[in-house]
Each structure stands twice: as C-alpha cells, then as structure tokens.
C-alpha cells in the first residue's frame, strides 16, 4: 500500500513564489536529488530501521520513561518546597532551577513524547498518547492537533506547516516580505519569552481569521477549550500556590513565573534548532503533491537538524537534539535516538544527503542568523554575504 | 447467612467514597500526593488499587499460588468471587482475571488472599507470572466481583463441578463454608487428566476427612474417560436436587451442562464461571471479509481467524486493550457498520453504530470500526 500526500483544495492564498532551490531537478541545500526508485530504495531502509526498534521495545523503555518521571516529581515537589520555604535568596534561587527543571522534563522529555504515542504500546493509561495532559498553557488535545497531526506531516512545507515561523516570523524568501519583518527579532525575543502562550494559541490561527479563511464562530470551541486550560495553570501557578504561602506570595509568584518563562526560553530555543537553521531546508506545496513516504522521510531528513551533548543535554531537550530522528520516527521513545542516530547517518551518507548537525551553539547561531537575514526585504538580503 | 470479608471495612469504604471519586480525577493534587504516597508504600496510593505477593506456593507442576497483601482500600471479597490482576510484562501492562482461591476467614484474620494460576503453553499472562513474579514484587488488582458465589443461592445441597483450574473458587467456597455451614450438604466432582494434575489434592482431601457433609470425588480421566453420563449418574445420583457450580475449560462446561440438563437439572439451577474465550483459532469459522478502521483511515484483510483488535494492531495501530478475553471492555469501540460475530456468545451482530468489544469480535465480511 503507497501512501501518497494530496493537498487538492488546501492551498493558501497568495501562493510562494518558488525559489531556484526549490525547482525541480536541483538539490536541497548541501543535499543530493533522488530519483523516484532512490526515494523508495531510502524509504525503506529508514523503515526497516524503524520496524527493528519497534521490535525491541520492552522493559528498558518502560523503565526509562518511569525513572524519567521520578526524577521529575521529585524535582518538581523540592523546587516548590523550596521555592515556599526558602530562607534567603540562594535557597529561593535553587528552588527556581529545580522546578525550571522539571518543567522543562515534563513538557520535553514526557508530554511531548508520550503524546506522540512513544509508550502506547506499554498500554498503561498515564502514559496514554489521546489522554495525556501536561503541565502547558496549551491544550493538550490542540497540540495533537496543530503539533503530532499538522507539523509532522506537513513538516517544512511553505504554506501548510504552520509552524514554519509561526505565521509570526519570516524565515525564508518563500515567505513574501512585508515591513513588519524589519522588528522580526524582537517578536523572536517576546516568542521565546512567552513561548508557551504562542504554542497554546497557536490552532487559532490569526492569519487565516485576518484573511477571513476561517471565522471566528469556528473557532469558538477551540477558544473555550483553550480559556479552561489557561484557567487551570493560571490557578495552579499563579493563585493556589502563591495564596498558600501567605505573606511570601509574590516570591512564590515571582519563582514560578520564572520557571516558567525559563521553560519557554530553552524550549524555543531547541525547538528553532530543529527546523530553522542554516542547512534545514522547506519545500513547496507542488514538490511534496502525491508523493509517496519514502519523499516524506526525505523531507523529515532535510528538513530538521540536530545538535550534539552530553546525556543530560539530550534529556533535557526532550531528546529534540535528535530532531532528525525525532521526525523520522515521532513514536519511537525518544531516548532509543541515540543508539539509532549513528545508522541514520550511515543511511544520509550513502544516499549522498547532508545530515544537518553540530553543537548547540553553532546551530543556534545559524538560527539567530536566519532571523535576521530574512527580516531584510529580498533585494536587501541577496547583497549579503551567503 | 451473609458472609462478607469484613463489614466494618466496607461500611468505612463506603463512607469514604467521596475522596475516592476525588482521588480518581485528574489534577495537580491527586498526581503528587498519589506519587508521594506510592514512594513510601506502593499499597498507600490512594489512585491505583494494589497488592504486594506475600508468599508463592507450588501446586502441581503446571499450578502456582501466589498470596496477595493488598491495598487497604481492596474491599474483600466473597467466596467464588474473581477479581482483575494486572502485571507490567517486557514494559506492557497485562491483565487477567483469578478467582480467589482462598477462604474469607483468611482474608479477616490476616488481610491476604491467594490466587493460583495454571500454566498455559501460549498463554502470556500465565507464562510471565511462572517465570517472573517474586515475593515483594507488587500487582495491580482490581476489586472482587461476580455471582458464582453460594450468597447467591439458599439451596442446602450443592455440586461442584470442575475441571482443571476451574478448582479455584470451589476451593474458596468450601474452605469458607465447611467451617460454617454444618447444615449444608457439599459434594465436590473433579476432573483431572491425572493424579499429578490435581490442583489442592492434600487440602481437599483433608477437608473431606474432617467434614462429614463435604463427599469429595476426584476423576483422573486419562484412566476413567472424559465425563459423560454414566459417570456423572453413578458419582452424583441426586444431581437434579442440587445447585450446580460448574466451572472449568469452555468444552467441558458445555459438555458439563448438557449432561446435567439431561439428568434433570433445570438450567436455573446451574451457576457456571467462565473466563473469557481462550482463542482456538482453528475452531473459527473462516469467514474472510474487510474491515475499514475509520479514524486512522485503514484497511485490513480478514481471513476470519483474526479477532479486530488482532486485525487493528497487524495494521499498526495500537487501540486501547485489556484483558483480551471479553470481560474488562477496555477495548470497546463502536462499529460503524458490517457484521461482527462475538466469540464469547456466538452471536452474529448486525446492528449499525453498536458498541463492540474489539478482543473478542471477528468480522464477518465487510465492517467498518470507528478506530
């Protein structure tokens, strides 16, 4: 059975203009153009992989994800305790990390993947992909949504995968200039302050209800879902917790504003290493119609870049340091990445594709770079330096 | 007479259901203080309902044991009750269903209760516990249940029927009533391929020894022959004057129940306990067919030895499960359209938009599920 993608009916107003580098016959970036047969041939090796993996999940993976979640708790519970009962600000500012901390695991290396279906197969109902919720302002069922169905299938298509930017930033020539863009580093800056806010309205989709695609009447069961959920961590965070501590309440206020806003910072910033660095490359609607899955894992491999670390670097990016894993194989737990990165490489060399990597400051320095550049009307930005 | 576990605990349950409503909803409160409790004893967690394997017992070469200590929440049980036990196996959560095969006085006097699993070659479940499950390891449970219980009847005269594992909630009925039923006549017929096989021989024997309303007869039928008329006349004449208790493998309770029918025992007077359908494949009918997963938007072929659950995770996908036999409903879904047949009744379902249980349907030409 051959899967192929069909966008008939679902384009956009105001079509890209596809670039030299999308035309058809050319490479993607570093990267070589396959034929048809070599799309099928990488396909399933990259499949075989996969199903190999799949195979061997068992105790270890249950394991992991349980070890993962205990050292969450526990962090979460000391971060808050300390946070309550701190005596000077060195104590207070311990309690900020642990909790940042297990934010960050908990958003990164637990809801994300388990929502991805990572440990369905363990058949446990906390660790159910359709019924988790985390610790997010964003719903957890419009994440499947906008996150697990629409980016990973649509994954760097101009036009389709909405969060190529966010509707918010321009990333690419492909994307029409606008004055705006000139300020685009500073809503870069208020993105990744609040990015969880972004990422939680992100299914209403303001660019489509500025251009009348969709109404607002439409959208009203999105905003109900999203207003209870906003209620409940605005609760949690910023009410129940801060009233129980009394007279201390603004610092309990102000540690888990922090941590909050910590989790932000570090989950943008990981999660623009995955798609918008120098090497990651988009593709347009036309190149991506009624193609198969093995020019879906091309894109998935094309589209995404890793960064290299320690272990705990890994752990703390959700395993996101992997993105090119991440997006070949969303269901797989994501700490089996590692062991699988080396063999997907092996499988980019042979078929002559770049395999985007490098550390963490290297690849977001090509981010911030690329925020920049294209903030430049086109004209602009073809005089600089490549 | 009533005999529950432990009144005064149930009483105190059930003034407490309110917190057990709250400990069951999902929120920052119960996440934490059921992680923190769970820290320091798995059986505190106030969410998950727990048991911690006290002791293991070998029975017979293919029969094991286990006693549970569990949770304080566990509301008992009444003899003849089964009860969900769940175990973690290579990370997946597996569940069955036991009867207790211990006596309530056990269960006031020490807060255990005991289980016995017999082997079975394919089965998961049976394998995993032989092979893995130690002392202090902890299981999940669920509450006791059922209707195969002696409260349920005022008969005097009563027949157990069993075969095989099907010993264990007899064993739990006459350890809990001989001692307090002197009124009661009991007589128990056991089926055993042979002497090795017989599950509890020792115990059952000695019950028999110090009751005198308990007759005990066990049939080895390697030597004496599978149960038929003849026999079950000359072991139980007064059949037709008992309450029957029947329990064992699905084809010997038919057999079992046809042979009563014809000795004169009316259908109202026969309780039988059945554990699900063991899948036996070849047994199937081969009806082919097509099923249409609507939601993940996939196809699969049937060739009619396939329940849907097993078509569904062929096609890769991983719908909810839990026993697998067609008891817990965990993998209830609702067919759209088409005829399923369910395993467990017989029955040839056509109804539209029906509620099916996944684990134990099998297509019957086109169907579509909304999976």
């Known amino acids: ?386 | 007479m009533r005999l529950v576990s432990a009144p005064t605990i149930q009483s105190r349950i059930g003034s407490l259901m309110f917190l057990e409503k709250f400990w069951q909803r999902n929120g920052f409160i119960q996440t934490y203080g059921d992680f923190l409790l769970s820290e320091i004893d798995p059986l505190l967690s106030p969410r998950r309902l727990q048991a911690r394997v006290v002791a293991i017992r070998q029975e017979t070469a293919d029969a094991k044991t286990y006693v549970f200590k569990p949770s304080r929440r566990w509301k008992g049980f009444q003899a003849g009750m089964h009860l969900q036990v769940g175990v973690e196996a290579q990370g997946v959560a597996l569940s069955r269903y036991y009867s207790v095969s211990s006596s309530v006085q056990q269960f006031v006097r020490e807060g255990t209760f005991s289980i016995t699993v017999k082997r079975i070659p394919q089965g998961r479940m049976s394998n995993w516990l032989f092979d893995n499950l130690q002392p202090e390891d902890i299981v999940r449970i669920g509450q006791a249940d059922g209707e195969f219980t002696l409260e349920q009847t005022p008969a005097q005269k009563v027949l157990f029927l069993a075969a095989g594992s099907g010993i264990t909630p007899m064993m739990s009925m006459l350890t809990t009533h001989l001692p307090q039923a002197p009124e009661r006549d009991f007589q128990l017929l056991y089926y055993c391929c042979n002497p090795d096989e017989v599950i509890f021989a020792q115990a059952l024997q000695s019950l028999a020894d110090q009751y005198p309303n308990f007759k005990l007869e066990v049939v080895h039928t390697d030597t004496e022959g599978l149960i038929n008329a003849e026999q079950l006349a000359s072991r139980c004449a007064d059949a037709a004057e008992r309450e029957v208790f029947l329990c064992g493998p699905g084809g010997f309770m038919q057999v079992a129940r046809e042979l009563l029918e014809a000795q004169g025992v009316t259908a109202d007077h026969i309780r039988q306990e059945s554990f699900g359908v063991r899948l036996d494949v070849n047994a199937l009918e081969q009806t082919g067919g097509e099923v249409f997963f609507s939601k993940a938007g996939v196809e699969a072929e049937a060739d009619g030895s396939q329940t849907i659950l097993m078509l569904a995770e062929s096609a890769g996908l991983k719908p909810k499960y839990g026993c697998r036999t067609g008891i817990c409903h965990e993998c209830k879904c609702v067919k759209k359209s088409g005829a399923v047949r369910n395993l467990l009744t017989g029955q040839v379902s056509l109804a539209e938009n029906e509620a099916i249980q996944t684990c134990i349907s099998v297509p019957q030409g086109k169907v579509e599920v909304a999976l």
């Not at chain 1, 109902?125 to 629409?150: A, F, I, M």
């Not at chain 1, 910072?265 to 593709?283: P, R, Y």
Request: with cysteine; proline share 4%; hydrophobic share 35%.
């Open chain 1, 1 to 386: 059975m051959t899967m192929r993608w069909n966008f008939k009916g679902s384009k956009p107003e105001g079509k890209p203009v596809a670039t030299g580098q999308e035309l058809a016959g050319q490479a993607h970036g570093k990267s070589r153009r396959l034929s048809p047969e070599e799309l099928e041939a990488l396909g399933q090796e990259l499949e075989a992989l996969r199903q190999e993996v799949l195979a061997d999940l068992g105790q270890r993976d249950a394991d992991y994800i349980r070890d993962i979640i205990r050292k969450q708790r526990w962090a979460e519970i000391g971060g808050r305790t300390l946070i309550h009962f701190s005596l000077n600000p060195i104590t207070w500012a311990v309690g900020v990390g642990m909790l940042t901390t297990a934010k960050i695991l908990e958003n990164m290396e637990i809801g994300h993947n388990v929502m991805h279906g990572q440990y369905d197969w363990m058949n446990d109902p906390d660790l159910h992909s359709q019924t988790y919720e985390w610790d997010n302002v964003c719903d957890g069922d419009s994440w499947r949504k906008t996150h697990n169905y629409e980016h990973h299938t649509f994954t760097n298509i101009i036009g389709k995968d909405r969060d190529y930017g966010y509707a918010i930033l321009r990333l690419s020539n492909d994307t029409p200039w606008r004055p705006r863009y000139l300020f685009q580093f500073s809503y870069f800056i208020a993105l990744s302050l609040l990015f969880e806010w972004g990422v939680g309205i992100h299914e209403l989709e303001v660019e489509k209800l500025e251009n009348k695609e969709v109404t607002w009447r439409e959208k009203l069961p999105f905003i109900k879902s999203y207003a209870r959920k906003i209620s409940k961590q605005v609760m949690k965070d910023y009410v129940v917790f801060p009233a129980l501590a009394g007279p201390f309440a603004p610092k309990v206020l102000l540690g888990n504003a922090l941590a909050n806003v910590g989790r932000s910072v570090w989950a943008s910033a990981v999660i623009f290493c995955g798609h918008f660095t120098e090497q990651a490359q988009t593709f347009t609607e036309e190149e991506c119609e009624n193609k198969t899955r093995g020019h879906w894992y091309y894109r998935q491999l094309l589209g995404s870049s890793n960064f290299t670390g320690g272990r705990w670097l890994h752990i703390m990016s959700g395993h996101l340091s992997y993105q090119i894993e991440h997006h070949l194989y969303p269901d797989i737990p994501s700490h089996r990445y590692a062991e699988m990165a080396p063999r997907v490489e092996a499988i980019c060399k042979k078929y002559g594709l770049h395999y985007n990597t490098g550390t963490f400051t290297e690849q977001f320095s090509t981010v911030v770079k690329r925020i920049l550049r294209y903030s430049l009307p086109p004209k602009l930005e073809a005089m600089l330096p490549a």
